[in-house]
């Protein structure tokens, strides 16, 4: 039985893809479909069903809009309502795609409804199971999420209910099995995850500490242990894909509307458009649009615009390369921030030549950085998470994690320099940026970031001490 995974880095996102005599089915897509059909089209074959494991919160589905241009009927498991036309699955019910079969396997715990399907090939012969965030490589998925929707849910109920799931519908499950999760490393729905994307299921009954022998109050405790706060976006993502959202194709026309500087600028000044630069690091740093955040297309890019854009209804005005617009769009819609509103033709250059003001952040090197860490003893704000921060940091250092700066804006001087730096130079421009914007001037970034200085100067750091949770 083939199977194919198409995974998405930039979100750690596995979607996939199964076709059999002609029909074909997708499992969890991206917003953007138009891979999807161009795949059953290569084949020759009709997208029958959508499969959903459950309501995601890091992304937005393209469930729908498979639903409306290929005609797919979208199948969830029990306990479903979502707003829209789909089958509610019963568990145990099983689909024909082909002379393939899929079926419903309820594993209730990362939220009600999630589902775990089983491949079953032509012959009969069980194949795989595709599981969602039941069952990651490495981990099993958050059960903090759905309480953040459903208000009579707690993490401790849901938790339970995973292990019930576990136990219950997936031990017993066939050692020869291959597993396919819909996130690897990376991903904010699990603390864990492999780099790994499919494994065996007899391998991660050996590995998986969420698989070995523990009562449940001890699968509660290792569960929840190490969980922070989940990005603000993620309820905002579930009803999202629960009532529906607007065809990408009327968010492209809205989005793609290119403004030449005069334009960009009114725009800015007329709405309440944020300026969002996603050019890298270095070039932000070497110029910029005033008042704009900086959140690069070349990192993770969905995530942190998620973090730090607190409603997927603002509206946007982008700053990108030449060319990478429709990319930026793209990537903002799957995680449903919808409401781009036009971008800056010709891109920073063309607001540059045109004579408009614009600012820099100063940046220094590991050893610029540490000459003034020996002669001058600044203030150093370290803003990776707190997980990293333990593991090593600079001795004297101030850990505000950049998905909480917004709340310790207070305990950052203006009148006194100081110096930024994360792992290797993302997210301290992020910071940078906000802190811009914010009226903070007197500062400087460390290009490389920590990486750099631990292995280019002989700073002072804390003794490693390995990470317990990646969150």
Same mark, same amino acid.
């Given at each position: 039985?083939?199977?194919?995974?198409?995974?998405?880095?930039?979100?750690?996102?596995?979607?996939?893809?199964?076709?059999?005599?002609?029909?074909?089915?997708?499992?969890?897509?991206?917003?953007?479909?138009?891979?999807?059909?161009?795949?059953?089209?290569?084949?020759?074959?009709?997208?029958?069903?959508?499969?959903?494991?459950?309501?995601?919160?890091?992304?937005?589905?393209?469930?729908?809009?498979?639903?409306?241009?290929?005609?797919?009927?979208?199948?969830?498991?029990?306990?479903?309502?979502?707003?829209?036309?789909?089958?509610?699955?019963?568990?145990?019910?099983?689909?024909?795609?082909?002379?393939?079969?899929?079926?419903?396997?309820?594993?209730?715990?990362?939220?009600?409804?999630?589902?775990?399907?089983?491949?079953?090939?032509?012959?009969?012969?069980?194949?795989?199971?595709?599981?969602?965030?039941?069952?990651?490589?490495?981990?099993?998925?958050?059960?903090?999420?759905?309480?953040?929707?459903?208000?009579?849910?707690?993490?401790?109920?849901?938790?339970?209910?995973?292990?019930?799931?576990?136990?219950?519908?997936?031990?017993?499950?066939?050692?020869?099995?291959?597993?396919?999760?819909?996130?690897?490393?990376?991903?904010?729905?699990?603390?864990?995850?492999?780099?790994?994307?499919?494994?065996?299921?007899?391998?991660?009954?050996?590995?998986?500490?969420?698989?070995?022998?523990?009562?449940?109050?001890?699968?509660?405790?290792?569960?929840?242990?190490?969980?922070?706060?989940?990005?603000?976006?993620?309820?905002?993502?579930?009803?999202?894909?629960?009532?529906?959202?607007?065809?990408?194709?009327?968010?492209?026309?809205?989005?793609? &509307?290119?403004?030449? =500087?005069?334009? @960009? !600028?009114? *725009?800015? /000044? #007329?709405?309440?458009? +944020? $300026?969002?630069?996603? %050019?890298?690091?270095?070039?932000?740093?070497?110029?910029?649009?005033?008042?704009?955040?900086?959140?690069?297309?070349?990192?993770?890019?969905?995530?942190?615009?998620?973090?730090?854009?607190?409603?997927?209804?603002?509206?946007?005005?982008?700053?990108?390369?030449?060319?990478?617009?429709?990319?930026?769009?793209?990537?903002?819609?799957?995680?449903?921030?919808?409401?781009?509103?036009?971008?800056?033709?010709?891109?920073?250059?063309?607001?540059?030549?045109?004579?408009?003001?614009?600012?820099?952040? &100063?940046?220094?090197? =590991?050893?610029? @950085? !540490?000459? *003034?860490? /020996? #002669?001058?003893?600044? +203030? $150093?704000?370290?803003? %990776?998470?707190?997980?990293?921060?333990?593991?090593?940091?600079?001795?004297?250092?101030?850990?505000?994690?950049?998905?909480?700066?917004?709340?310790?804006?207070?305990?950052?001087?203006?009148?006194?320099?100081?110096?930024?730096?994360?792992?290797?130079?993302?997210?301290?421009?992020?910071?940078?940026?906000?802190?811009?914007?914010?009226?903070?001037?007197?500062?400087?970034?460390?290009?490389?970031?920590?990486?750099?200085?631990?292995?280019?100067?002989?700073?002072?750091?804390?003794?490693?001490?390995?990470?317990?949770?990646?969150?």
């Amino acid at each position: 039985m083939k199977v194919e995974q198409i995974y998405t880095g930039c979100l750690a996102h596995a979607a996939y893809y199964i076709e059999n005599n002609g029909e074909a089915a997708v499992f969890d897509p991206l917003r953007e479909v138009e891979p999807y059909l161009e795949r059953a089209k290569k084949d020759n074959a009709k997208i029958k069903y959508v499969f959903e494991t459950h309501f995601h919160a890091d992304f937005v589905s393209g469930h729908l809009d498979l639903q409306k241009k290929a005609g797919s009927k979208i199948v969830f498991g029990p306990n479903a309502k979502p707003n829209y036309e789909a089958i509610v699955a019963e568990d145990n019910q099983v689909f024909n795609v082909g002379s393939y079969k899929v079926k419903v396997i309820h594993t209730p715990g990362h939220t009600m409804e999630s589902t775990t399907y089983m491949l079953i090939d032509e012959e009969g012969k069980e194949h795989g199971i595709i599981t969602g965030d039941t069952l990651f490589i490495g981990d099993v998925g958050r059960p903090d999420l759905a309480q953040h929707v459903v208000s009579d849910l707690t993490e401790e109920k849901l938790a339970g209910h995973l292990y019930d799931s576990l136990r219950n519908r997936i031990l017993p499950l066939s050692d020869d099995l291959i597993v396919y999760p819909n996130h690897g490393a990376g991903s904010a729905c699990g603390k864990m995850m492999s780099k790994e994307t499919t494994d065996t299921l007899g391998n991660q009954k050996k590995v998986n500490y969420a698989l070995q022998e523990m009562t449940k109050a001890e699968f509660i405790e290792a569960l929840l242990e190490g969980l922070t706060t989940p990005p603000g976006y993620f309820p905002q993502n579930v009803l999202m894909n629960i009532k529906g959202y607007e065809s990408l194709d009327s968010v492209m026309d809205r989005a793609t &509307q290119a403004l030449d =500087p005069v334009a @960009f !600028e009114a *725009a800015a /000044n #007329e709405t309440a458009a +944020l $300026v969002l630069d996603t %050019r890298d690091a270095a070039d932000f740093a070497k110029g910029f649009i005033p008042n704009s955040i900086n959140i690069g297309l070349e990192g993770s890019f969905a995530q942190w615009v998620g973090e730090m854009i607190p409603s997927v209804k603002q509206e946007i005005l982008l700053v990108t390369y030449p060319d990478k617009e429709e990319e930026a769009i793209t990537r903002l819609s799957r995680v449903g921030y919808d409401n781009a509103i036009g971008f800056l033709k010709g891109g920073f250059a063309s607001w540059k030549n045109s004579g408009k003001e614009y600012e820099t952040v &100063q940046r220094i090197g =590991p050893k610029e @950085f !540490e000459k *003034a860490y /020996n #002669e001058e003893k600044p +203030l $150093v704000i370290d803003v %990776r998470k707190k997980s990293e921060f333990d593991s090593e940091h600079i001795i004297g250092a101030l850990n505000i994690p950049l998905n909480e700066i917004n709340q310790h804006l207070a305990e950052i001087p203006k009148d006194k320099p100081f110096i930024i730096h994360c792992a290797g130079g993302y997210r301290s421009m992020i910071a940078a940026s906000i802190l811009k914007q914010r009226g903070w001037d007197d500062f400087v970034d460390i290009a490389g970031g920590f990486k750099e200085v631990a292995e280019n100067t002989s700073v002072a750091k804390s003794d490693y001490v390995c990470p317990t949770t990646m969150l």
